[in-house]
Nanobody, 117 residues
Protein backbone atom coordinates (compact mmCIF):
# COMPACT_ATOMS: atom_id res chain seq x y z
CA UNK A 1 0.00 0.00 0.00
CA UNK A 2 1.37 3.38 -0.99
CA UNK A 3 1.78 5.90 1.80
CA UNK A 4 3.33 9.32 2.06
CA UNK A 5 4.82 9.87 5.50
CA UNK A 6 5.35 13.46 6.57
CA UNK A 7 7.35 14.89 9.41
CA UNK A 8 9.07 18.05 10.55
CA UNK A 9 6.22 20.30 11.58
CA UNK A 10 6.18 22.13 14.86
CA UNK A 11 5.94 25.48 16.57
CA UNK A 12 8.43 28.26 15.99
CA UNK A 13 8.63 31.99 16.51
CA UNK A 14 8.39 34.45 13.68
CA UNK A 15 11.64 34.47 11.71
CA UNK A 16 12.40 30.88 12.57
CA UNK A 17 12.93 27.89 10.31
CA UNK A 18 11.55 24.41 9.85
CA UNK A 19 12.19 21.61 7.41
CA UNK A 20 9.35 19.37 6.37
CA UNK A 21 9.91 15.96 4.84
CA UNK A 22 7.68 13.65 2.85
CA UNK A 23 8.74 10.06 2.21
CA UNK A 24 7.10 7.55 -0.09
CA UNK A 25 6.48 4.09 1.38
CA UNK A 26 5.32 1.04 -0.52
CA UNK A 27 6.24 2.31 -3.97
CA UNK A 28 9.47 1.91 -5.88
CA UNK A 29 8.92 3.47 -9.31
CA UNK A 30 9.77 7.02 -10.27
CA UNK A 31 7.43 9.88 -9.51
CA UNK A 32 6.01 12.38 -11.97
CA UNK A 33 6.46 15.22 -9.53
CA UNK A 34 5.46 16.39 -6.11
CA UNK A 35 3.97 19.38 -4.40
CA UNK A 36 3.40 20.90 -1.01
CA UNK A 37 0.08 22.42 -0.06
CA UNK A 38 -1.20 24.07 3.09
CA UNK A 39 -4.50 24.81 4.71
CA UNK A 40 -4.93 27.37 7.44
CA UNK A 41 -7.83 27.18 9.84
CA UNK A 42 -11.00 28.43 8.20
CA UNK A 43 -9.38 28.80 4.79
CA UNK A 44 -9.18 26.79 1.63
CA UNK A 45 -6.16 24.67 0.88
CA UNK A 46 -3.56 26.47 -1.20
CA UNK A 47 -0.64 25.34 -3.26
CA UNK A 48 2.79 26.24 -1.87
CA UNK A 49 5.48 24.70 -4.05
CA UNK A 50 6.15 21.97 -6.60
CA UNK A 51 9.06 20.07 -8.03
CA UNK A 52 8.88 18.18 -11.30
CA UNK A 53 10.46 14.85 -12.13
CA UNK A 54 13.24 16.76 -13.89
CA UNK A 55 13.89 18.90 -10.83
CA UNK A 56 12.21 22.10 -11.94
CA UNK A 57 10.77 24.01 -9.01
CA UNK A 58 8.01 26.56 -8.59
CA UNK A 59 6.70 28.55 -5.65
CA UNK A 60 3.70 30.54 -4.62
CA UNK A 61 4.47 34.26 -4.47
CA UNK A 62 3.80 34.27 -0.73
CA UNK A 63 6.73 31.92 -0.04
CA UNK A 64 9.11 32.72 -2.87
CA UNK A 65 12.58 33.49 -1.58
CA UNK A 66 11.84 31.95 1.82
CA UNK A 67 10.94 28.33 1.06
CA UNK A 68 12.99 25.79 -0.88
CA UNK A 69 11.69 22.49 -2.21
CA UNK A 70 14.08 19.63 -2.92
CA UNK A 71 14.17 15.91 -3.54
CA UNK A 72 16.40 13.04 -2.49
CA UNK A 73 15.78 10.41 -5.13
CA UNK A 74 17.86 7.84 -3.26
CA UNK A 75 15.41 7.80 -0.35
CA UNK A 76 12.21 8.83 -2.19
CA UNK A 77 11.97 11.82 0.11
CA UNK A 78 11.02 15.39 -0.64
CA UNK A 79 11.79 18.33 1.58
CA UNK A 80 10.41 21.79 2.14
CA UNK A 81 12.93 24.07 3.81
CA UNK A 82 11.07 26.99 5.33
CA UNK A 83 12.99 30.06 6.46
CA UNK A 84 11.95 33.47 7.73
CA UNK A 85 8.64 32.03 8.82
CA UNK A 86 5.75 34.38 9.42
CA UNK A 87 2.57 33.93 11.48
CA UNK A 88 0.62 33.78 8.22
CA UNK A 89 2.54 30.60 7.33
CA UNK A 90 0.68 28.82 10.13
CA UNK A 91 -1.23 25.93 8.57
CA UNK A 92 -1.46 22.19 8.10
CA UNK A 93 1.06 21.32 5.42
CA UNK A 94 0.46 18.31 3.20
CA UNK A 95 2.49 16.73 0.44
CA UNK A 96 1.08 15.25 -2.72
CA UNK A 97 3.11 13.00 -4.98
CA UNK A 98 2.23 11.88 -8.49
CA UNK A 99 3.37 8.31 -8.79
CA UNK A 100 3.61 5.61 -11.41
CA UNK A 101 3.18 5.67 -15.18
CA UNK A 102 -0.29 7.19 -14.78
CA UNK A 103 0.92 9.87 -12.36
CA UNK A 104 -1.69 9.01 -9.76
CA UNK A 105 -1.84 11.47 -6.88
CA UNK A 106 -1.26 10.41 -3.29
CA UNK A 107 -1.54 12.67 -0.26
CA UNK A 108 0.38 12.64 2.98
CA UNK A 109 -1.39 12.86 6.33
CA UNK A 110 -0.30 16.43 6.95
CA UNK A 111 1.95 18.07 9.50
CA UNK A 112 1.09 21.17 11.50
CA UNK A 113 3.24 24.28 11.34
CA UNK A 114 2.54 27.04 13.84
CA UNK A 115 4.40 30.34 13.76
CA UNK A 116 3.96 32.73 16.67
CA UNK A 117 4.66 36.44 16.55
Amino acid sequence: QVRLVESGGGSVQSGGSLRLSCTVRGFTSNSCGMGWHRQAAGKQREWVSSISSSGSTSYADSVKGRFTISEDKATDTWYLEMNSLKPEDTAMYSCKALLGPLCIGYWGQGTQVTVSS
